[in-house]
């Protein structure tokens, strides 16, 4: 059965600072792993798709790794700021387009 | 304005009530799921449907109800049968066509129980 993992749950920084959050899941048969950004009390928002041929997506100051054997993502923010300060949300798409989504990790930015 | 819709924002049952939650999609997609969201977790599928007239459980379907009438629409009722309603739930739809594909969410409607 897969499952996704993030790490950490929830993470403060300053601003200015590059950041880096974690997601591991356990079966690397899957089409895609994409990152999706939820403010509080609302829908998710994707922020990249990774295929599972893929290695890697940018998206602004946004970059974001796949490494299917080992089963581990890294979701890379740039020169952090308070408008990032939301949960971020790794999910993985298997067979017959089921996406698993994992716990989230809580960022605060700090201005 | 395209998009996805969920109503109500806030919807309050009180027990032994059955309550539906609307979510309506004006994007053209086949595919349309239903997640449950509580604190400290991630989001766990509900049901889902990739064609009208035809919907399939997901890993915690106990308690809920849909309906696949029309391809823009997918109701989720959720009955007097599940115990601990309490949550936010969220709504996509998808193309699912190809693995580029992603999904699209509503704003979501948050259930209590009083």
């Known amino acids: 059965k897969q499952e996704v993992t993030q790490i950490p749950a929830a993470l403060s920084v300053p601003e200015g600072e590059n950041l880096v959050l974690n997601c591991s899941f356990t079966d690397s048969a899957i089409y895609n792993l994409q990152w999706f950004r939820q403010d509080p009390g609302k829908g998710l928002t994707s922020l990249l798709l990774?295929?599972?041929?893929?290695r890697e997506q940018t998206s602004g100051r946004l970059n974001a790794s796949l490494d299917k054997s080992s089963g581990r993502s890294t979701l890379y923010i740039a020169a952090s700021q308070p408008g990032d300060s939301a949960t971020y949300l790794c999910a993985v798409t298997t067979g017959g387009f089921k996406t698993i989504f994992g716990a989230g990790t809580r960022l605060f930015v700090k201005a | 304005d395209g998009g996805i819709t969920q109503s109500p924002k806030y919807l309050f049952r009180k027990e032994g009530q059955n309550v539906t939650l609307s979510c309506e999609q004006n994007l053209n997609h086949d595919a349309m799921y239903w997640y449950r969201q509580d604190p400290g977790q991630g989001l766990r599928l509900i049901y889902y449907?990739?064609?009208?007239?035809?919907?399939q459980k997901g890993d915690i379907a106990e308690g809920y109800s849909v309906s696949r009438e029309k391809k823009e629409s997918f109701p989720l009722t959720v009955t007097s049968a599940q115990k601990n309603p309490t949550a936010f739930y969220l709504c996509?739809?998808?193309?699912?066509?190809?693995?580029?594909?992603?999904?699209?969410f509503g704003p979501g409607t948050r259930l209590t129980v009083l």
């Open positions: 990774i295929q599972s041929s893929q």
């Open positions: 996509a739809s998808g193309s699912q066509r190809t693995s580029t594909d992603t999904q699209y």
């Open positions: 449907s990739q064609i009208v007239n035809d919907f």
